[in-house]
Nanobody
């Protein structure tokens, strides 16, 4: 069965860092663009970062540029999101997803993880 399992979330003070991991099983991520999304309470799901299947292109939402880094290790079938200088407003459930295109639209992604909670305190 296809699964994406996020880990690495937790409680962190503003200005701190977290590294999220997303381990895939039941399929190989080599053939997919991988994205990270987040959904804060009362807000719509937002794309955070996307990495293409060949690890040659990355894109980020403007608010996280310079602070977040998406990486992938196809050999480990895992993607990561390094988050630095976290802000309280970035408290959200963070999701990883696999999709057919290098694009941030959530509706094109095929597989989704269950999410991991990130809470940034003031």
């Amino acid at each position: 069965q296809v699964q994406l399992v996020e880990s690495g979330g937790g409680l962190v003070q503003a200005g701190g860092s977290l590294r999220l991991s997303c381990a895939a099983s039941g399929f190989t991520i080599n053939n997919y663009a991988m994205g990270w999304f987040r959904q804060a309470p009362g807000k719509e799901r937002e794309n955070v970062a996307v990495i293409n299947r060949t690890n040659t292109r990355r894109t980020y939402t403007d608010s996280v540029k310079g602070r977040f880094t998406i990486t992938r290790d196809n050999a480990k079938n895992t993607v990561y999101l390094q988050m630095n200088s976290l802000k309280p407003e970035e408290t959200a459930v963070y999701y990883c997803a696999a999709g057919p295109a290098f694009i941030g639209r959530s509706d094109i992604y095929r597989y989704w993880g269950q999410g991991t909670q990130v809470t940034v305190s003031s």
